[in-house]
Structure formats: C-alpha cells, structure tokens
C-alpha cells in the first residue's frame, strides 16, 4: 500500500466524538427525548440540506454570511445547510397544511451549521434541540414549555435553576412609561440586557451616557431593579404602569401563565418574573423565557418564548407559536462540570468483557457471550490472541467494569470468575447463574 | 406581515420527516442501537462535513462527481458533505491513533449525501449504518458481525433471511481454476454477480458471448450452480479447488467462520455459503456478507464483508477489518410493507390525551395531565378553545389511542372518564387509579 499523501484532519470548527463522548451525549438526547414525548412533543426530522432562497432573508445580514452553501458539480439548485430549526418549521407548517394537525407540537434535535469563529465551547456544527407549539394563542401553551423546560432540567440532574420570564410587551411598555421610543428604546433594551453583567449601576450608567434624561432613567431603574417573590411582582408592575394598554396586556398574559404554572404543580422556586431578562432576538411578540443555573452561577441553558409572527411566514398569516430552545451543547458540558452523569455513562457501553485464553477454550467463551446476549447483558467478546494480563489491561484501558474469565477449570467445572475491575471484587458462580450476578455486581 | 414570496419547498433528492415517519424510524434507531450494545459496539459520529481532499480519491471518479461541495463566503477550506461513514473511521482511526483501543468496534447511524438522479426508494440524503471491528484478523471477528447482522434483523421481526456468505479469495481461486485472469476475470465476477437476475442459463450466455472458453464455462457453472447445504459446501470446493493455495486459504478462512457461528449458537438456517454472491466493490479481501429476505423475495438489506486494507489508508498501513451496512432506509420501508412495526409505533408519541371543557375545568384538567407524566403517562392536554366533537376529531386525526374526559361532574367526584378510541371502550375510574387503568387500556 501507497504511503499515505493526506493527513488526517478536520476541518475548522467541527469536531469527532468518538465513544465516550458519544455515551455521553446520547443519554442527554435520550433523557430530553423522553420528557418531549411525556408532554406529548412530536419528533420532526427536515433535511440538512435547504434551497438556499428558504434561508435568505430570515437572519439578518450577518448572520447569512455565515450560512454555508452547498453545491455539487453540474447542480442547478443553490443549497444551504440549515442555519437553525425554526426556519425549517416555519417551511415545514407551510408545507404540509393539510397534513399536519394544529395544534402542531414538535421538536427537532439535530445539528446546524454556523461558519462562525471557532472558539472555546463554539463550533461551526452544533446541536439545536428546540420544542415549539404551533397554532395556540393562550397562555396554557406558554405554561406547557416552561413545565417541559424544569421536567428537562430536573431530569437531567440539575437542582439550582431558575427560569426567567419577561414579556416582550412588557418591555414596550417601559418604553412608554419611560418616555423612550424608536431608536432610544432599543438602546434600552439593549443597556438592560446587560444587566446581568454590568449590575444596576452599570445600567444606570450606561442610560445616563447614552443621553436617556435623568427622570426617565431613574423610573426605568425603579422598574427593572424591583426583585418581588412570584406575583407580588405582577402587583407592583399593576401599580407602577398599570394605566398603559401594552402594561396591561403584559400583566394578563403573566397573571394567566402564572396560573396555569400552579395548577400544573410547577415549582414556584423554579422561575421568576424578571424584567432584566431582554431576549436578543427581536421576533418575540409575547412571553419569553431563559433559564439559568443559578447554583453555581453557570449562565443560559435555555431561551425561548412567544414569536406569533415568524412560523406563518411561508404562509403568509401570522401563525401564533411559542417555544423554547434547549442549549443543548452547553448542558452536555454542564453535566461534566457538575458531575451530574451516573457512574455507568463511563467510557464504553460494554457491561461485561469475556476473555479468552487460547483455541481451546475459544468456543466455550464464545458460547457464553452469546448467552449473556441473548440475557440481556452487553458483552464483548476479547478477539485478539493476548495473554490474559493484556485483555485485562485492554477491559481497564477502555473501562469495562466487569470481565468474565473462562479458563479451562471453570469450563470444566461448568462456572465463570466475573471480577469486578473497580475494586477487584471475585466471585466464581454457576454460568447459568451470571447474568443475576453480573446484574448485582453492576449495581 | 408581508405576502410570502417564496414558496415552501424542498431541493431534488431531500425528504422532510413528519412525526409519522420519525416514529417509525426512531423504533428502527434504537433496536439497531440496542443491538450494538448488545454485541459491544461503540457509537462514533463524525461531522457532516469534511475537507475536500479527504474524501477525494478513494470512492472512484463517477462516485466523486456525486459528492456535494460546501463553502461560507471568504471561506479557505474546501469542504464537502460526508459521502459514505467508511472514510470518516479511516480517517479516524488514523487521527486519534493513541486514544482508540485495538480492537475498535464501532458503529455510526448517520445520513449521507449523493447527487445522484433521485428516483423512486433513492434520495440524496439517507441514513447509512455501518457497524466494524477494526483491528483484528480471526475469523472471530467475522463471526461477530454475521451473529450481530442476524440477531438486529430477528429482533426488528425479520423471519425469512439469509445471509450469504462466500470469499473474496474464493473468487479470485474460481479465476485461477477456470483459467481466467485480469479482465477476463472481473469480467467473470460481473457475469457470476447476475445469477440473481438472470439465472444460471443466464450467467451461461453472458460467460459465453463474453468470449470465455467453452471448457472454462463449464467448470465456472458446475462450481457456482453447487447448492451443498451448509459445510458440505465448502467440502464440496475443497474436492474441486483444493489445490489451488488461494482457495485453501479462502476455504480455511470459512470453515473457521462456519465454527464460530456454530459455537455462537447463530442458527444455521439464517446463512448459507453461496459462491453466487459478489459484492460490487472491489476493496473487500476475505470473507463477504450480504443478506437477503427470502419469504417473500424482498431483496438484499445487508451488505459487508473483510477489507483489511482501506481503514489503514490515512495510517498508510495495512489494518484488519471488517463489517457490515444495514440497509437502513430499506429496513424502515421493508418493515412497513411486512406490517412488521407493533401497534403503538401509530402516528403519535401521545398514549392519552386530556380534554378541557372551559375555563372552570381547565385547571383540573392541567393538574391531572401533570399528574399522569409524573407517573410516565405520555400526555397531551389540548390546548384549543373547541368543543368536545372538535377535540375527540383531533385526537382521532392524531391517532392519539385514548382520552381522559375530565368533565365538572368527574371533577366533583374525583374521577376520570377514559376513553379508547379504536373500539369506543369507556370506564370512569378514580383520578389516583388513572394511570394503571391507562396501562391496562393501552396493552
């Protein structure tokens, strides 16, 4: 064979998991999966690959220089690989009007392509994982996704959260409180969003410098810094702005999602009116939400809300939706930080590896691996011809927990040594026997 | 808002996946996922996309035309999307040399992308699965992969299959024993490869009309129409070919194969050794797989065999494997058509749906949805302001198999009523003793 000419790389910004990232990964996918289909969200695949006018105008400039295209010699169509999820849906609810049952709730967790900067923690391939409901204008829809997101996230280990909830409404409303609007009211918004990192004062500054008058902006800080527990936060936003329409709405929508909340027995302890909480993205039209670790302070792990005006875009009507997006990447890292993967997501799916100590004793290991497959039990089979102290450190290398030693004693006799690597634990037992053994030994 | 102007649609080739569908296939997915556990396959992904030149070289120039290009503006790199999931483990293998255990056994369930005419049952982007095991030249390994191929195909409810099983060196000793090398030789291989579809009179023709000798013709057919059930096959070569070095050690390598199997307990009815059977591609060097669904004739949902010198290529060196494709995207159809799916693999993830009569039943309503979650019930509340007749259409629609009516004299009492709708069945039971009821109701 020819040496090799190409070296073995990847391109910028992507990344391999190889198996025990994978592991990893997958019983994530797998809890979330689990809570969608308890609350009744439908999986929904769509093709990496769109028509590239599908994407265009949706993002903004900047963000569509970011979309890769695709092409293949002699195509005529121009490609792009999809920039995230709602778009898709958006097509997809246009699509298939006929077919799909509205309610529509769905969600899809696959990956998008960005070509950002790579940076630490960002990549040009990533997982979305969004869960939206399509066609309900009532708040008990908005309730279902915040109910979703803490079932998700309680699941999934974590204990010390805190779902945000604002209303894009809400902050219209400021602005008019505020006296601010047009171009001053974006930039509100945009010195409020930093509240988080800059505090109070830093807001108050950044208002003050950005030419808001000195009135206005001690109303604002009055408003974004009042920190009342669960309603008594809604009362006192009915006091201050009360008598303005966009206010009123605001508050309705709050009041009614925070019933539907209680009689889902949602945790009060698990979110929180807060005013500070600006999403980014300016197609909200209603509610909107993000979740943030609070227990250590690790940032954003959700982000979502209600977005009437985006998903009936290929309809051409306004299509009420809310949903969320769950961050995906960023939990997998989370559960590393904080420990939060059980002991057996190790670095192998394999439960039990059974060595063999030569061809004689060959099909006898064989017939037990069969055996303990067709028990249950996820078996390896050793295939190299080594001495046992190298499958041993072969089972140690890829942390196999439990090995299966078949020599010729055992064989004769009709049992099998299963040593548990951990802690050295041995026990020889009947083979019929193993499986409820290795089952223990596991536990 | 705006007209739309641009019309939903999808590129050539690409498929949207509803939830009907997604169903369907996850219940593919994770029989197919369990089952590499089982046999101690690891999960590998790779990205999407790859650098050009990784790919470029190695599938055959008319292959290469299918691969699509992917560029972002001002780009560098020249990418392209993955054409097949064997040269992403090639190139892994390679790249991570010191962190994969030898043997590795993977497996990647991940779409692929092929410009080629779309047409019935092909599209531009499908799922390809691949499971191997790199690193190890016994027959042991071999064994494994056919075991896998017939315990993932019994599992997703396959009955009536055969997998095929001949040698690679077998055939080139059927050259050497007739006679025939070089073209002539591939042009043999091409001939024997057709007796699925034109029979051995076929075969005879073609072997003829291609020029081959009438003497060579002849023993080529007595060798190829031999139908010896089981090892007796492989004596039967053997008496023909035995001294030919290429098929003793082709012949050795099977019946190594063959005493696998029999100490794995893989029934011998699901192979057979058929000289008949030649995969197209020209990479394989030992033993070759394919399987077909024979009761009723369904074609070949399978292919694989030993390749022991492509997963090498970026490593520049020589490295044992072998493995097999499951044809997935034919399973998933194949499984429709055999009406294989069970019946909760239906059109939806909801097991129950709960109805809300108005506002002053919407909060119990939303506390016995909560309720059935916590206790693992996949639920839906609905959502709409509709009457009842509207949301048992819904439901019926959705194909949702029961519903919970939570009207204010079950409220009163404390009860539920639970419908099924398949036969109209109908109990009302107390709400704490829903959920087993539900269990009973759904099995």
Not at 106 to 124: F, I, T
Not at 299 to 322: A, H, I, K, M, Q
Request: hydrophobic share 40%; with cysteine; aromatic share 8%.
């Amino acid at each position: 064979m020819a040496k090799p000419k190409i070296e073995p790389r990847l391109p910028k910004g992507m990344r391999d998991f190889l198996p025990q990232e994978m592991i990893k990964r997958e019983y994530v996918f797998n809890i979330v999966r689990e809570v969608f289909h308890l609350y009744g969200f439908e999986p929904l695949q769509t093709p990496v690959l769109e028509l590239h006018e599908t994407l265009m105008g949706k993002y903004g400039e900047d963000a569509e220089k970011l979309i890769f295209n695709a092409q293949h010699p002699g195509g005529k169509e121009e490609l792009a690989l999809r920039y995230d999820l709602t778009v898709p849906l958006a097509r997809v609810v246009a699509q298939y009007q006929n077919e799909i049952p509205i309610p529509f709730k769905r969600y899809q967790l696959s990956p998008v392509w960005r070509a950002e900067r790579p940076q630490r923690g960002r990549y040009r391939e990533f997982y979305q994982c969004d869960a939206d409901i399509v066609g309900v204008t009532g708040m008990g829809a908005d309730a279902e996704i915040l109910s979703l997101i803490t079932t998700a996230l309680t699941r999934l280990g974590f204990q010390q959260f805190s779902v945000k909830v604002n209303n894009r409404k809400l902050l219209t409303a400021i602005g008019e409180y505020a006296g601010a609007e047009g171009d001053q009211l974006a930039e509100l918004y945009r010195s409020i969003d930093k509240f988080d990192k800059v505090g109070a004062e830093g807001v108050r500054e950044e208002l003050v410098k950005r030419g808001v008058q000195a009135d206005v902006v001690t109303r604002i800080m009055e408003l974004v810094t009042a920190r009342h527990p669960g309603l008594e936060q809604l009362n006192f936003l009915e006091e201050v702005m009360g008598n303005l329409p966009a206010a009123q709405a605001a508050i309705r929508e709050l009041r009614e999602l925070a019933d539907h909340l209680n009689a889902a027995n949602v945790p009060a302890n698990f979110y929180e009116f807060d005013l500070t909480m600006v999403r980014g993205l300016g197609y909200y039209t209603g509610p909107i939400f993000e979740t943030v670790i609070t227990e250590p302070n690790l940032g954003s792990v959700t982000g979502g809300g209600r977005y009437d005006d985006l998903v009936g875009l290929f309809r051409g009507e306004s299509l009420p939706t809310t949903g969320t997006s769950l961050g995906i990447e960023r939990i997998i890292d989370l559960l590393d930080i904080l420990k939060l993967y059980p002991p057996h997501i190790g670095g192998t799916v394999v439960q039990v590896m059974v060595t063999v100590f030569g061809d004689d004793t060959r099909a006898a290991s064989t017939a037990f691996a069969a055996d303990l497959r067709t028990a249950g039990v996820r078996t390896e089979l050793y295939m190299l011809d080594k001495q046992i102290g190298k499958q041993m450190t072969y089972a140690d290398k890829k942390r196999i927990p439990l090995v299966a030693v078949l020599g010729s004693q055992e064989i004769a006799d009709g049992t099998v040594k299963l040593k548990r690597l951990a802690d050295g634990e041995e026990v020889t037992v009947n083979r019929a026997e193993a499986p409820a053994k290795i089952s223990e030994l596991l536990s």
